[in-house]
């Protein structure tokens, strides 16, 4: 046996790492098979991205959009402008720095997650990508001029709550 090194704690060892001890030496475990696959978990049919019921919204979403301002994507002259540098200017606010003026996409002031419909026309203002996506990512306590604008609105009343 060799003697034990001059930094070690531990008890020298009685007997080398062999296939008696179920280690092989220089390696790890030593196994006496490949592993099998013993599962019977499957699946038919990969997951759908969207499911059924978000495809028949997202196709009266779209031909409530384009009922609402028929230009959609054009060249710009047809396309409505960004509500939310409109509704800025007749605050008084300058435009947000990167708005492209023109309107993208819709914005919905209330949101899916507070009770809001993607299909209301009344739920929904043109906005451009860079104003839309400042509305859905900066913190509720700096919009402050969102909220008097009415471009931001919190969870709808239920019934019997007051407003």
């Keep these: 046996m060799k003697p034990r090194a001059w930094n070690s704690t531990l008890p020298q060892r009685s007997r080398p790492l062999t296939a008696t001890t179920g280690l092989r030496p220089g390696g790890g475990l030593a196994r006496p098979a490949g592993l099998a696959a013993r599962s019977t978990l499957g699946r038919g049919s990969p997951i759908a991205p969207v499911s059924a019921k978000r495809q028949r919204e997202n196709r009266e979403r779209a031909r409530m959009a384009g009922a609402l301002h028929p230009g ?13 540098t409109q509704a800025r200017a007749t605050a008084g606010l300058p435009p947000l720095d990167g708005c492209t003026r023109w309107a993208d996409n819709l914005h919905e002031p209330l949101r899916r997650s507070q009770g809001g419909s993607i299909t209301d026309p009344a739920n929904s203002r043109p906005a451009c990508q860079f104003c839309n996506g400042h509305l859905a990512l900066t913190p509720r306590t700096e919009l402050g001029w969102a909220y008097e604008l009415g471009l931001v609105r919190d969870r709808a009343p239920r019934g019997g709550e007051a407003a």
């Design 72 to 84: 959609g994507r054009g060249d710009g002259q047809d396309r409505p402008l960004c509500d939310v």
